[in-house]
């Protein structure tokens, strides 16, 4: 069953990225589309495996609000330019926690783009992106690299496996950003997801629509 959702998908995701090229304007439009129908899928196949995210975990502690959607927006930079937002941004005070939305491994951390000091996430087909953390990127004798935020007490390895709901990094300043925020992206099959939509879903499968700290603990 999942493989052939998988299969389905794939091929979704192929027509999609041929229409991009093609035109612009019309794939984004589609995109939204493509969005919505990849949540009825995703719950389709949670129906179809028992998989679901019943313990996936909101990603901030202490969170204040949602400061900029997914799509496209004004520069908060200035200059009257249009931009695509490829994430969620939460406020929430500096130095609180960040939490790791679905359980997985970790693939990328760095600390040399807009980004600022970040952790990439994999879930399966999902890829999950933490940007302007607290602390850096070091490198040990073996080459091998993590994220250090000692004030946090966070050490994040590349490589590594994270739980869901566990503890990742801190909300900071580092990259490009006019405050303490957590610049949340999701990507499905290699494709930008809206992840409010996602929050959505896994709220409706939680039953805790009201709350988003549903996963403090
Ligand atoms: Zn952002």
Redo the contacts with the bound molecule.
């Keep these: 069953m999942t493989s052939v959702i998988n299969q389905f998908l794939t091929r979704v995701l192929q027509t999609l990225r041929s229409i991009v090229r093609s035109n612009r304007f019309l794939a984004m439009t589609t995109l939204s589309g493509l969005t919505a129908l990849l949540l009825v899928v995703s719950q389709t196949w949670v129906g179809a495996t028992g998989n679901t995210w019943q313990n996936a975990s909101f990603p901030v502690e202490n969170f204040q609000a949602y400061t900029?959607a997914f799509g496209y927006r004004s520069s908060p930079y200035g200059g009257g330019s249009r931009q695509f937002?490829?994430?969620?941004?939460m406020a929430a005070p500096e130095g609180s926690y960040i939490r790791n939305w679905w359980a997985g491994k970790v693939v990328e951390v760095s600390d040399n783009s807009a980004c600022g000091t970040s952790v990439v996430i994999e879930s399966g087909q999902w890829e999950h992106i933490y940007?302007?953390m607290q602390g850096h990127v070091e490198r040990d004798a073996s080459g091998r690299l993590y994220v250090i935020d000692r004030g946090g007490g966070i050490q994040i390895w590349e490589g590594q496996t994270v739980p869901a709901g566990s503890r990742i990094g801190r909300i900071g300043m580092t990259g490009r950003?006019t405050g303490p925020?957590l610049?949340?992206?999701l990507k499905y099959g290699g494709q930008w997801v809206d992840p409010a939509l996602v929050l959505r879903a896994m709220y409706a499968q939680q039953g805790t629509a009201s709350n988003p700290q549903i996963s403090s603990r």
């Design positions: 900029s937002h490829r994430g969620l941004d940007c302007h950003t925020h610049h949340w992206g």
